[in-house]
């Protein structure tokens, strides 16, 4: 029994279970009691990582999202918390918009709270470089990496997108299409860069156009639009790699809605592998991210540098492309 199992018995979330076992009051008397009596009908004892948490120091871990509309960070956030509240980890979730500098939300929210470990899921490494010297507690920054930054408190894990970049590119090309295009967000950095990055490179080692782009943020409406503009600069184009699953799927409402087919006029492959890509019609090819590791390695990385005081450390994981039915061989001219 764990207490993913007790929440579930409970019909509640994880960290609503944490929160009850060391005694919050920011829960209700009646989901308090539900939780206890699933605790006593099961007899369930709790580790000593509740105690490790008030040990651990005086604040709580903070989680900061960047970019509270951005569908991809939903399953990784649940499973943070999942790995937090397992590791006796009381985590407080701040979203932040994609625009603002988390980095300074951070050092804002350490003067404040005073938190004993921040994760970042989501940011902008010119932010990072610009000015995390001035945070000292262990960080971990979440789908993006920054090894190339060197500070000794903040560890990183990611995939890797320039990989990625470079796996979609062989897939779209190896179909027969060579006039592609791309969405995506800041391609000055981040993913979107690197895998922009990694696909420009084999667009140019196999002698193939180089890729149009037009950017857009990470929502259903910004992808619409863009992938209208998209078409109007490049009406030749037979294939989008779209970098998220969400601006796949705006991409592909938009071509449907100026008369396209999906895949028989124009072939879309995304990335993230998150659950939606299985719900359109026709599903999304995608790239996949391992969330169950981003999220268990960015817990495990934290307590490692909180608890050991361990140098800070970077993973590196690969996405696996999942089949769907948005691809397909370029059609011949008549």
Do not use: W
Not at 124 to 133: A, C, K, L, T, V
Not at 217 to 233: K, N, P, V
Not at 238 to 259: C, E, H, K, P, Y
């Amino acid at each position: 029994m764990t207490i993913k199992d007790i929440a579930k018995l409970a019909g509640c979330g994880v960290s609503t279970v944490s929160r009850a076992l060391n005694g919050s009051s920011e829960i209700s008397e009646a989901t308090r009691a539900r939780i206890n009596e699933v605790i006593q009908k099961y007899n369930y004892t709790p580790n000593g990582n509740a105690r490790r948490m008030r040990q651990t120091a005086p604040g709580s871990v903070l989680l900061i999202v960047n970019g509270s509309s951005n569908l991809f960070f939903s399953p990784l956030i649940e499973q943070i918390q999942t790995a937090a509240a397992s590791a006796g980890l009381q985590l407080v979730v701040q979203y932040i918009d994609e625009q603002e500098d988390e980095v300074q939300t951070a050092a804002q929210l350490c003067v404040e709270q005073k938190p004993a470990g921040i994760i970042f899921l989501g940011g902008d490494i010119r932010n990072f470089r610009r000015s995390f010297h001035t945070i000292s507690v262990p960080c971990v920054l979440s789908t993006a990496s920054a090894e190339e930054l060197g500070f000794p408190n903040l560890s990183s894990v990611t995939v890797d997108d320039v990989e990625g970049g470079r796996a979609a590119a062989e897939r779209l090309l190896g179909l027969g299409h060579t006039r592609i295009g791309i969405l995506g967000g800041d391609l000055d950095s981040g993913p979107s860069g690197l895998r922009f990055a990694g696909f420009s490179e084999v667009c140019a080692r196999h002698g193939a156009s180089a890729p149009v782009c037009e950017q857009c943020s990470y929502t259903f409406s910004s992808a619409y639009e863009a992938a209208i503009a998209l078409y109007h600069r490049c009406k030749e184009m037979t294939a989008v790699f779209a970098m998220s699953d969400i601006i796949a799927a705006g991409a592909m409402r938009a071509f449907l809605d100026m008369g396209m087919q999906v895949p028989g006029d124009i072939s879309v492959v995304g990335f993230d592998g998150i659950d939606i890509a299985d719900f359109t019609n026709p599903r999304i090819a995608t790239f996949s991210q391992p969330i169950h590791q981003i999220s268990s390695l960015s817990v495990r990385m934290l307590v490692n540098m909180m608890e050991n005081n361990a140098a800070s450390s970077h993973v590196t994981l690969r996405a696996q492309y999942k089949a769907g039915d948005s691809v397909s061989i370029k059609r011949t001219e008549d």
